[in-house]
């Protein structure tokens, strides 16, 4: 346990955003993997609310070319809010407003060549500098009532270090993440004794995953700063991060929402169901349609 005295708050967030999105062509051929929406908001966008509601205040996004939809959709449309309120379209263009964080919270930075999520992250350490910061994954759609991020912080200023989120998934899906050698339970804290990435099932030390929840502190830069290239010749960021366990507290937050994989073809469309299912506006057309179906 850490003093809460020496715990500094997470203020920063960094979305890695620079991915071509190939498992998604040809949609993805002109627009970000990113930008694709789940039922009317773009995946992206439920990765910044959660963060928002978690306490979040700068916004970093680290994009590669053919990104600037992002920036755009984070940004004023001066022309369709215009057209929006000219016509009192109250409820269509509050939905735009809401979408965006505060003047001067979001940054951009450039991943120009596709090395890895450790490199993606190392991009962005003169936007984060000395201080704390989430990494959130925006393919992993998490749902609860209290967001995974928000849980997570309530439970890092308790331990302070590094806080990842976890999930037990099949054994033999080890080979797609990076799994947890886990220690001690407390509740749904798990120390983590070691991380390991994307192990093969019959060499995982668990089937704890991360998907795609990160608190960190400011030292894994340092770790980053190798460039050493792991699993599939890129930099891993679970590399970096296995060489700061027990250089301070680190640990693992079994989250228990729900989770849906919007990196993946059939996940995103798992995805859709849900969250219409989920909404009182059109939950009773949809699952008439999918009655229909004779599923």
């Known amino acids: 346990m850490t003093s809460n005295n020496t715990i500094r708050p997470v ?11 190939t498992r998604f062509l040809p949609a993805t051929k002109a627009v970000p993997k990113e930008m694709l929406p789940v039922v009317d908001k773009p995946v992206i966008q439920y990765a910044v609310e959660e963060a928002a509601a978690a306490g979040i205040e700068q916004f970093i996004f680290v994009t590669g070319r053919g990104k600037h939809v992002i920036e755009d959709h984070f940004d004023h449309a ?12 109250t ?15 979001v940054s951009f930075t450039r991943q120009q060549t596709p090395r890895g999520l450790g490199h993606a992250v190392w991009c ?15 393919d992993e759609l998490l749902v609860d009532r209290v967001g995974c991020l928000a849980q997570m912080t309530a439970a ?9 989120a976890v999930r037990e998934v099949p054994q033999e899906e080890t080979r797609r993440y990076g799994v947890i050698a886990p220690g001690e339970n407390r509740g749904s804290l798990i120390a983590v004794n070691g991380i390991i990435e994307k192990p093969e099932p019959e060499q995982a030390p668990s089937r704890l995953a991360v998907i795609g929840r990160y608190i960190l502190q400011p030292e894994v830069f340092g770790e980053l700063d190798r460039h050493e290239v792991g699993a599939g010749d890129e930099i891993q960021l679970t590399d970096a991060l296995a060489r700061l366990i027990g ?9 228990t929402g729900q989770r849906y994989d919007c990196g993946d073809k059939v996940g995103f469309l798992h995805a859709n169901i849900a969250v219409g299912l989920a909404r009182p506006d059109i939950s009773g057309a949809l699952t008439e349609i999918l009655r229909s179906l004779k599923l």
């Open 156 to 164: 890092y200023k308790e331990t302070g270090g590094c806080v990842v």
């Open 247 to 255: 250089r301070m507290p680190f640990h693992g937050y079994r989250y």
């Open 91 to 105: 409820k269509e263009l509050n939905s735009l407003l809401e979408a965006l964080p505060p003047s001067g919270s």
């Open 78 to 89: 001066y022309e369709l809010e215009a057209l929006l309120s000219a016509r009192e379209k």
């Open 124 to 138: 962005a350490r003169h936007f984060v500098g000395d201080e704390p910061f989430a990494v959130l994954l925006p």
């Open 11 to 21: 203020r920063k967030a960094v979305f890695p955003v620079a991915g071509m999105g």
